[in-house]
């Protein structure tokens, strides 16, 4: 396939780019992560989605050069967000992962990563689909638990939407759950039962919650009510490139 090659490509000459979506604490505010999200401009066919590219680069093999890509840029990134911000930097980059690099040596690549930027593990985060880690829930818990031993945290991407059971959410070692924005859509059409549930469930087993698709500032207060942590959408940032999250974290 042509646009399998032209993916193969992208990723070599480093072609694919990353833009990073801010997450705000609920109750002030402050910055408290980025989100990293994949860009690809294909030279013919402009603008392709990851929701695209990902699943290609899954079913073709080059999700584990992607996956590289994108963790290195991440954390080359947080560090000339030091260099020219100082103590506005963002706090944490938080990276997705496929669960096809939940497979083995993620925790060798992200040591790897760290240590050619200098970056410190607590300047990292991963997601993770929900999904993701019920394709293989025992391989997935031991690969979290490096990396959260390593200072990297982990939080489960679209939570509530890849039916984990809740008895195995208990034994996982993650530190956030990120309420999918379908739940928070409901929310905004008045059935705030689930997105309700999920805050509640995450406050009790000590986790943490991003609220996610924040799209008005009616949803934010909302969710700050409901005892979320953490929001991120549209209400509060766009993903932006490197330099215009710069200029938005110094602005604060
Ligand atoms: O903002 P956006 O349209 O870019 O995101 C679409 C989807 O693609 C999201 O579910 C997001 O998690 C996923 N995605 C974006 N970047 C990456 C990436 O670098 N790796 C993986 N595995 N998924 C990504
Ligand atoms: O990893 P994840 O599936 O959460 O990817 C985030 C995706 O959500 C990206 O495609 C991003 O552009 C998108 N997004 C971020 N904020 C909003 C929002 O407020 N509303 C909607 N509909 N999508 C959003
Ligand atoms: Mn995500
Ligand atoms: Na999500």
């Known amino acids: 396939l042509r646009l399998v090659a032209d993916l193969r490509d992208a990723i070599e000459r480093r072609a694919i780019t990353l833009h990073y979506q801010p997450i705000v604490s609920a ?66 980059v938080n990276v997705n992962v496929s669960a096809l690099q939940l497979g083995g040596g993620l925790r060798a690549e992200v040591v790897a990563a760290l240590q050619r930027h200098g970056l410190a593990p607590a300047r990292l985060s991963v997601e993770i689909t929900e999904s993701a880690l019920m394709t293989d829930p025992a391989a997935a818990r031991s690969v979290l638990q490096e990396l959260r031993d390593l200072g990297v945290a982990v939080a489960i991407d679209d939570f509530g939407t890849g039916y984990s059971s809740l ?22 059409e008045g059935h705030p039962q689930i997105a309700t549930a999920v805050i509640a469930l995450a406050r ?39 330099a215009a999250t710069a200029a938005w974290a110094g602005a604060r």
């Open 167 to 188: 008895a195995y959410l208990r034994h996982l070692p993650v530190d956030c759950l990120k309420v999918d924005r379908s739940f928070v859509a409901e929310l905004a």
């Open 204 to 242: 009790s087993l000590g986790l943490s919650t991003v609220a996610e698709g924040v799209a008005t500032p009616a949803l934010a207060a909302a969710l700050t009510e409901l005892g979320a942590t953490y929001l991120q959408g549209f209400s509060l940032a766009v993903p932006m490139d490197g």
């Open 27 to 92: 109750a002030d505010g402050s910055l408290e992560a980025v989100e990293a999200l994949a860009r690809w401009t294909h030279p013919q066919r402009g603008r392709i989605s990851p929701e695209v590219f990902v699943p290609l680069a899954e079913e073709s093999g080059l999700i584990g050069p992607l996956g590289l890509l994108v963790l290195d840029e991440a954390c080359r990134q947080v560090v000339e967000w030091d260099r020219v911000l100082g103590a506005a930097a963002p706090p944490r």
